[in-house]
DNA sequence: GCCAACGTTGGC
DNA sequence: GCCAACGTTGGC
């Protein structure tokens, strides 16, 4: 089996649309509702099953980093493009050539204290990560291992990442 | 609720 | 292909 070295993301939920406890109660979600293409390449290009996510709570208060979850799955159609009733229904998406793809995301961890947007851009060695960077709307991001690793130092984790 | 900083759309 | 208008994200 080709094997890869594992990346590290960063994805953003409103909690008030899917908290890390939802994903702590439901173990395992599909990540649908995307329709950025950049944040759609990352998902249907770059990820890998085993990839570690920081989960992060947009429009909170305070927004920061409340978790880790895994890439759970290979990239698949986003069901929800097809849906009439959702709100994400994409009427341009064809059933044989979907737009939108998505992975399945699983629950690792839930910090006990987030990390706050404040304490991340506070930190020197997450300069220049990107959620710390003004105007970064991407819902999807690249994270460096090395700066996945202060996060969770930061968050005082104690799950091993091996 | 405001609005800056985007990303997308569509006329030309 | 340019770019104005529009829509969205997300911190504040």
Same mark, same amino acid.
């Given at each position: 089996?080709?094997?890869r070295t594992r990346r590290y993301w960063l994805m953003k939920s409103e909690p008030n649309a899917y908290s890390i406890d939802s994903l702590e109660r439901d173990q395992r979600a599909e990540?649908? +509702?995307i329709r950025n293409y950049q944040a759609r390449n990352f998902m249907r290009d770059e990820m890998a099953v085993g990839d570690l996510v920081l989960f992060y709570?947009?429009?909170a208060k305070p927004p920061g980093v409340v978790g880790v979850a895994r890439v759970a799955s290979a990239p698949y159609p986003d069901p929800t493009q097809f849906q009439k009733r959702s709100k994400y229904f994409d009427e341009t998406s064809k059933r044989d050539d979907p737009r939108w793809i998505l992975v399945d @995301?699983?629950?690792v961890e839930r910090f006990s204290d987030l990390v706050s947007l404040d304490t991340l851009k506070a930190d !020197?060695? *997450?300069e +220049?990560? *990107?959620v710390v !960077? &003004? +105007?970064?709307r991407l819902s999807i991001q690249p @994270?460096? &291992? !090395?700066h996945f690793e202060r996060v969770l130092t930061l968050a005082k984790a104690t799950m091993r990442v091996s």
């Open positions: 089996m080709a094997r990540w649908d +509702g709570h947009s429009n @995301v699983e629950f !020197k060695r *997450l +220049g990560m *990107l !960077k &003004k +105007g970064q @994270v460096e &291992k !090395k």
